[in-house]
């Protein structure tokens, strides 16, 4: 009688086949990691030999020259803070009258390491000098601040009125025009004072058919000072030019209500008024 085929055996053969060809390709793939790795380690290692100090010395670099920008940062942000306090107390001490104490404190706040505050500074030295009756150093503080590109054109502009200003009476009349007529345009900022120094200009140039047209706008410009205003108007009228604005009766009072003098009806209802007091006064 024949026996029926082992399965059991059979299958216990076939898992140990199974069993080893998995540790075989365990063992391929620890063996090809290792050889990774051992690679990987001598590239570094041939890297390092290489190119390792090199790369530490930029790590280094780098290092110290963020930190360094992190100090001049705070540097800067803490001089700003003590440039601004002392020009804060230069200002006290100008508006206690001590301008000897304040132009201690300008003169070291107008050096090129204060920035933003060098040029005011300046600006303020310029106007005590001629608080001091020394228009010559004024007029030179000025004539460098004017020059100076980096300065912020507005204050540039006040350097170069306040210097024509200071020098008005010795500079020739064609150097005043030439100096702030770009400045004696209406619209801009300084256009009250230049233009009035202008205009003074062309009268001594005997020029008073531009002097007469240029009062005549400082008059109408709302932008400048009353005083301004009031000056141009004369001269204005001296050299025959209108500087009256709608706005003012020929007296030169200002109208209250503009609107209701242009009214068409306007003129009727006073000379209504003007005929009623009439017939009430030939009635009593």
């Given amino acids: 009688m024949a026996l029926p085929p082992d399965t059991n055996s059979a299958s216990t053969g076939s898992d140990k086949n199974d069993k080893a060809a998995a540790r075989k390709a365990a063992q391929q793939d ?36 963020f930190g360094g920008w992190l ?24 508006q206690a009258g001590n301008l ?18 060098a040029v005011p500074a ?10 001091q009756d020394d228009v010559a150093g004024a007029a030179k503080i000025y004539e460098g601040v004017a020059a100076d590109e ?28 030439d100096r702030l007529k770009p400045l004696a345009a209406p619209g801009n900022a300084w256009f009250g004072v230049a233009a009035e120094m202008v205009g003074m200009a062309y009268l001594k140039m005997d020029k008073p058919d531009q002097a007469g047209p240029l009062f005549a706008e400082i008059a109408k410009d709302e932008n400048a000072s009353e005083g301004q205003r009031s000056r141009a108007r004369q001269l204005a009228a001296v050299l025959g030019v209108d500087a009256v604005p709608d706005v003012v009766d020929a007296r030169g009072e200002a109208i209250e209500d503009a609107e209701t003098a242009s009214e068409p009806d306007a003129a009727p209802k006073g000379a209504k008024a003007q005929a009623a007091d009439s017939g009430d006064t030939a009635a009593e």
């Fill in 150 to 177: 980096a300065a912020p054109k507005p204050l540039r502009d006040l350097a170069t009125v306040r210097l024509v200003a200071a020098r008005f009476d010795e500079m020739k009349p064609q150097d005043v025009v």
């Fill in 71 to 94: 100090y001049w940062n705070h540097h800067q942000k803490t001089l700003r803070e003590e440039h601004a306090e002392a020009y804060i107390q230069a200002l006290d001490s100008v």
């Fill in 30 to 65: 620890v063996f090809v990691r290792e050889v990774d790795d051992a690679l990987r380690q001598d590239q570094m290692e041939s890297f390092l030999k290489g190119k390792g100090l090199a790369l530490a010395v930029l790590i280094v670099l780098v290092l110290a020259g």
């Fill in 100 to 117: 000897d104490d304040a132009k201690a404190k300008l003169q070291a706040l107008s050096g090129e390491d204060a920035k933003g505050n």
């Fill in 122 to 131: 300046k600006l303020m030295l310029a106007a005590i000098a001629q608080e």
